[in-house]
């Protein structure tokens, strides 16, 4: 049974461009986290997907969006990159309704350096 | 407003120490979980424990143990006989249901090192 996985696991970006996350949820789970880790901090909640649709939103700028596809996997889109948003970007996936509904997930995570 | 607080940025013991790992948490819900996560180099957080705020038993699983006091609001997680691969930073976390879903609330880590 396959984790939670995510693509790619390193990435350097530019200031001003734009950057895509994967991930691809746990088997049997529906629901998409993304959170980005500065360092030496904890993680942040930045939303989650379910049924393909934005359900909560943390604090974050319009610039970071999200999709999430009918086999449940998700992408994480950065736009207008700043020096900040270098983080470690680490997905959850859990299952929205039942007695595990609270457990997350986690994948390996996506570190992204802008220059 | 929900919050967790680890006061400890880092921690380093000798192997076969005990170690105490401190965590505080704030929110007004009544229903809510706890977790700790462990975060190895790699970078994915292990999954190491959920307990919801219904259940105040402390858990032993191997050399972990975990202390939840309602009273004072914690959740404090402790290593028996630390081993080099107990080094990692570790999470404590809330999550209490907003809109239908959870999300986890993360406090700042504590970062562990276990010398030879």
């Known amino acids: 049974d396959a984790g939670v996985t995510q693509s790619p696991t390193h990435l350097i970006k530019t200031r001003g461009q734009q950057v895509t996350l994967r991930c691809s949820p746990k088997?049997?789970?529906?629901?998409v986290s993304w959170y980005q880790q500065a360092l030496g901090q904890g993680p942040q909640f930045i939303f989650q997907y379910y049924e393909e649709e934005e359900r909560q939103r943390g604090n974050f700028p319009d610039r970071f969006s999200g999709h999430q596809f009918p086999n449940y996997s998700s992408e994480l889109n950065v736009n207008a990159l700043l020096l900040g948003d270098s983080a470690l970007y680490l997905c959850?996936?859990?299952?929205?309704?039942?007695?595990?509904?609270?457990?997350?997930?986690f994948g390996q995570g996506t570190r992204l350096t802008v220059v | 407003a929900q919050k967790v607080t680890q006061a400890q940025t880092e921690i380093s013991v000798v192997e076969k120490e005990d170690v105490t790992l401190d965590c505080v948490y704030e929110?007004?819900?009544?229903?809510?979980?706890l977790f700790w996560y462990k975060q190895p180099p790699s970078g994915e957080l292990v999954f190491l424990i959920r307990r919801n705020s219904f259940d105040e038993q402390n858990e032993i699983s191997g050399r972990y143990s975990w202390n939840f006091q309602k009273s004072t609001s914690s959740f404090n997680f402790t290593i028996t006989a630390s081993q080099v691969v107990d080094s990692a930073v570790y999470f404590c976390?809330?999550?209490?249901?907003?809109?239908?879903?959870?999300?986890?609330?993360f406090g700042s880590g504590t970062r562990l090192l276990v010398r030879p």
């Open positions: 959850a996936s859990s299952a929205r309704w039942g007695p595990k509904s609270t457990e997350a997930f």
């Open positions: 929110t007004r819900d009544t229903t809510y979980y």
């Open positions: 976390a809330l999550s209490v249901l907003m809109d239908s879903s959870y999300k986890l609330i």
């Open positions: 088997s049997g789970h529906d629901t």
